[in-house]
């Protein structure tokens, strides 16, 4: 069993930056898929961002160019770095990981990911 915790969301206007935390209660480098992705209110969950466990990012086309995934120092934190935000980012925002090898294909796909994260908010004014 792996628990996550998000944190790091807020408000900010369009154009401003966010940067996200996921920790995790254990070592979740080595051999889980992890991931970034949101929910706004009446949209299906939404794959934003994958990284692997060679450290290879895959993003949503929506995001390219704008947000950033990537491991902390400590085997156990992932964060999402996000410039540029825009209202359409409004959503919540969920961590989850996989234990094990996920295909390209399936990445940002919610039903790949064993282990979720309660959420944080973030909401994004024009």
């Known amino acids: 069993q792996v628990q996550l915790a998000e944190s790091g969301g807020g408000s900010v206007q369009a154009g401003g930056s966010l940067r996200l935390s996921c920790r995790a209660s254990?070592?979740?480098?080595?051999?889980?898929?992890l991931a970034w992705f949101r929910q706004a209110p009446g949209k299906e969950r939404e794959g934003v961002a994958t990284?692997?466990?060679?450290?290879?990012?895959t993003y949503v086309d929506s995001v390219k160019g704008r947000f950033t995934i990537s491991k902390g120092d400590a085997r156990n934190t992932l964060y999402l770095q996000m410039n540029s935000l825009e209202p359409e980012d409004t959503a919540m925002y969920y961590c989850?990981?996989?234990?094990?090898?996920?295909?390209?294909?399936?990445?940002?796909?919610?039903?790949?990911?064993?282990?979720w994260g309660q959420g944080t908010q973030v909401t994004v004014s024009s």
């Open positions: 989850a990981a996989a234990p094990r090898w996920v295909g390209a294909t399936d990445r940002l796909r919610a039903l790949a990911y064993t282990y």
């Open positions: 254990k070592n979740i480098y080595s051999g889980y898929c």
């Open positions: 990284i692997d466990t060679y450290g290879r990012a």
